[in-house]
């Protein structure tokens, strides 16, 4: 809302700053921090108050893991609602709210969060680690992903032309896309044939990093952390499509209206540092799913308005890690009978290996950073 304070810039020059993002972007991070330190003491203690702990998996489950984690048992969840709050309050404040990037992420962060809260209310009210059905979840994650997908993809000719194309880092053309005046796509297709297709990419991209984040959040502020890096490297690549000049330089898809996704990307990082203050080890609180699959979400949705969604697998490279280990411990199980690692998602199994939780969460960290760079340098590879 600041930014249409820059409209009295003739009355009072210092707010034409205002009309630049990196200022908006910055004021963003701040505020995010603040509210999240402002309000993380209280929520928490209305969810203790509440009795609204995190149920464990019980030594039957898991058998040595339950051991490692037994003193997490009753520590509050549903921590998600202060990151989403303190997202949400910086973004109005700094952001413009009729930019469809704002409105679309926004839609997959509530949409998401409500998902996550209503998984973790069930979790907490049966005092087990059964929540919403993996087909509601999937049923609601389509939904609400696919809302904002279909929005933004209808909203107006230039960002639907800016959507309908799959873009491959390393290619300073479209893979996959619509034969525009000035884009030519190694494949192309009619516009009606491409609608269908970024929707359906859209929908995987989201709904994958919506269950990877979910995946990755089981060791005191590993998922947080692993966001926030992330979610600066798509502020990166966000501020430079937003900026025609960058843009042509580094050959990259320009829409001059996705520099508000700088703003948004800023304040989720903003939000996840004054999370982290309260969940890094020993945890205060968990961000449950209502922050692990509304942040996943969130992150494919940055991806895409920034249209690098397929460097999300290097930039997430953590998250993707993680959903791997699953995806080829279940297969090799079915398979084969056996596991490839003691425990997946793999945090757990470095912690069985006898890694101190705080060993694996910081390695992990350093991975996150790593990946991210390796992104980041994709800018200059075209």
């Known amino acids: 809302m600041l930014y249409y304070l820059s409209q009295f810039s003739e009355y009072f020059g210092p707010l034409r700053v205002l009309e630049n993002v990196t200022p908006r972007a910055g004021g963003a991070c701040l505020t995010a921090f603040l509210i999240s330190m402002m309000f993380g003491n209280r929520i928490i203690l209305k969810l203790v108050s509440l009795k609204l702990g995190q149920p464990i998996r019980t030594a039957e489950e898991v058998h040595k893991l339950y051991e490692l984690h037994e003193g997490k048992k009753g520590t509050p969840t549903m921590g998600g609602v202060l990151i989403i709050a303190s997202i949400l309050g910086a973004v109005f404040l700094w952001a413009i709210p009729t930019n469809p990037f704002v409105i679309a992420l926004t839609v997959v962060l509530l949409g998401l969060g409500f998902l996550g809260f209503l998984d973790d209310y069930r979790k907490v009210k049966k005092r087990n680690t059964a929540g919403v059905s993996a087909k509601g979840k999937l049923l609601l994650q389509l939904l609400f992903c696919g809302g904002a997908a279909v929005f933004l993809l209808l909203h107006d000719v230039e960002t639907r032309d800016y959507l309908q194309s799959i873009y491959v880092p390393f290619l300073k053309n479209p893979l996959v896309g619509v034969e525009l005046a000035e884009v030519k796509p190694v494949f192309g297709v009619t516009p009606q044939v491409m609608f269908w297709v970024a929707l359906g990419f859209f929908l995987l991209v989201m709904v994958g990093g919506s269950n990877a984040v979910n995946l990755t959040d089981g060791l ?61 080890y020993p945890a205060r609180v968990f961000m449950g799913d209502t922050g692990s699959l509304s942040l996943g979400g969130l992150l494919g949705m940055m991806a895409i308005c920034s249209r690098q969604e397929l460097l999300l697998v290097i930039i997430g490279g953590v998250f993707v890690m993680e959903a791997m280990s699953v995806i080829l411990q279940v297969g090799s199980f079915k398979l084969t009978g056996k596991r490839i690692f003691r425990m997946a998602p793999i945090h757990h199994h470095f912690e069985l290996m006898g890694w101190k939780e705080t060993k694996v969460i910081t390695r992990f960290w350093i991975l996150a950073i790593m990946f991210a760079l390796a992104g980041l340098a994709t800018l200059k590879i075209r």
């Open 220 to 280: 005191d502020g590993l998922a947080i952390g692993c966001m926030m890096v992330a979610a600066m490297s798509y502020a990166i690549f966000a501020y430079v499509t937003g900026n025609a000049e960058f843009a042509k330089y580094l050959l990259l898809p320009h829409h001059s209206r996705v520099s508000e996704v700088t703003v948004f990307c800023m304040a989720t990082v903003g939000a996840g540092a004054g999370f982290l203050w309260f969940n890094c």
